[in-house]
């Protein structure tokens, strides 16, 4: 998705999240801030880190309240994908406090779920290192968030898979049971002569059999170690190249072990579904 489009999104979710925070946006539909304050009072406000983190959603809150709040100064001192350490300051807002306080919880809600998506990521990444494997997200997100949230794997380090079915053929295992099994869906796909599609295998027998059907690339869902392993092996000796990517169960402590085997893709719905949040917070200066 083009960058564009992932800004007009976030500036639209934005939006949306304000509105369920306030309804119309009015100052007088912040109840307590217009009762202690009935008038302009100028101050800077510092959205901040209080944690480690990889940083993601900076660009969109700028370009949102310099479109929708052209009252407030809002200047950025980080990119998406930096990492800043504990304490610093990420963003700082200007102008009538009673705005800032309207718009706060909306802000560091936004800010804080995709930094926490991307600083997890990270860290998987991380797990990667010396080898060649490249982590994958999945579809497993969050309802109405999955642009922003893939956005968010991308920035911590790890690559788009589908973003939805219509993005490439992944042949998964209710496929393959309602096809009548992995002989008769692998029938199937010379038959309709297929190309280009992935497909997923639970065995060491299913796996063997793909291979003897051409299948190029194979997702090993919920194996252990040592068949993975023993299926990488049928790729010797083969003249087209056999791509292999392992799903399921994959966890900080075990996706080193998986990408030292040599496989070429982890994919993982933990950097997205499993995620602890980080801790940012608004303080006025």
């Given at each position: 998705?083009?960058?564009?489009?992932?800004?007009?999104?976030?500036?639209?979710?934005?939006?949306?999240e304000l509105k369920d925070d306030v309804g119309k946006v009015c100052l007088k539909n912040d109840l307590t801030t217009s009762v202690l304050l009935n008038k302009r009072l100028d101050c800077k406000?510092?959205?901040?880190?209080?944690?480690?983190?990889?940083?993601?959603?900076?660009?969109?809150?700028?370009k949102f309240i310099k479109k929708k709040f052209?009252?407030?100064?809002?200047?950025?001192?980080?990119?998406?994908?930096?990492?800043?350490?504990?304490?610093?300051?990420?963003?700082?807002?200007?102008?009538?406090?009673?705005?800032?306080?309207?718009?706060?919880?909306?802000?560091?809600?936004?800010?804080?779920?995709?930094?926490?998506?991307?600083?997890?990521?990270?860290k998987f990444v991380g797990k990667l290192s010396g080898s060649n494997t490249v982590l994958l997200d999945t579809r497993k997100t969050t309802n109405g968030l999955r642009i922003l949230e893939k956005y968010a794997t991308k920035v911590g380090g790890a690559k788009n898979?589908?973003?939805?079915?219509?993005?490439?053929?992944?042949?998964?295992?209710?496929?393959?049971?309602?096809?009548?099994?992995?002989?008769?869906?692998?029938?199937?796909?010379?038959?309709k002569k297929i190309r280009n599609f992935e497909i997923e295998c639970e065995t060491y027998s299913e796996v063997e059999q793909c291979i003897n059907y051409n299948c190029n690339h194979i997702l090993l869902d919920n194996m252990p170690i040592k068949e993975v392993q023993k299926c990488l092996l049928l790729r010797k000796g083969k003249s087209r190249k056999i791509i292999f990517e392992v799903s399921g169960g994959i966890n900080l402590e075990n996706i080193s072990k998986y990408s030292k085997l040599g496989v070429d893709y982890i994919s993982t719905s933990k950097i997205t579904n499993s995620v602890n949040s980080v801790d940012i917070g608004l303080d006025i200066i």
């Amino acid at each position: 998705m083009l960058k564009k489009e992932i800004y007009n999104f976030a500036n639209y979710k934005l939006s949306a999240e304000l509105k369920d925070d306030v309804g119309k946006v009015c100052l007088k539909n912040d109840l307590t801030t217009s009762v202690l304050l009935n008038k302009r009072l100028d101050c800077k406000a510092y959205i901040s880190n209080r944690e480690n983190i990889v940083v993601c959603g900076e660009s969109f809150i700028v370009k949102f309240i310099k479109k929708k709040f052209p009252n407030l100064l809002c200047v950025s001192f980080y990119k998406d994908g930096d990492f800043v350490k504990k304490d610093s300051k990420l963003i700082k807002i200007s102008g009538d406090i009673r705005w800032i306080l309207l718009l706060e919880r909306t802000l560091v809600n936004f800010l804080q779920h995709l930094s926490s998506i991307s600083t997890y990521t990270k860290k998987f990444v991380g797990k990667l290192s010396g080898s060649n494997t490249v982590l994958l997200d999945t579809r497993k997100t969050t309802n109405g968030l999955r642009i922003l949230e893939k956005y968010a794997t991308k920035v911590g380090g790890a690559k788009n898979h589908r973003m939805g079915l219509g993005d490439r053929i992944l042949i998964k295992d209710n496929h393959i049971k309602v096809t009548g099994g992995i002989l008769k869906t692998l029938e199937l796909i010379k038959k309709k002569k297929i190309r280009n599609f992935e497909i997923e295998c639970e065995t060491y027998s299913e796996v063997e059999q793909c291979i003897n059907y051409n299948c190029n690339h194979i997702l090993l869902d919920n194996m252990p170690i040592k068949e993975v392993q023993k299926c990488l092996l049928l790729r010797k000796g083969k003249s087209r190249k056999i791509i292999f990517e392992v799903s399921g169960g994959i966890n900080l402590e075990n996706i080193s072990k998986y990408s030292k085997l040599g496989v070429d893709y982890i994919s993982t719905s933990k950097i997205t579904n499993s995620v602890n949040s980080v801790d940012i917070g608004l303080d006025i200066i």
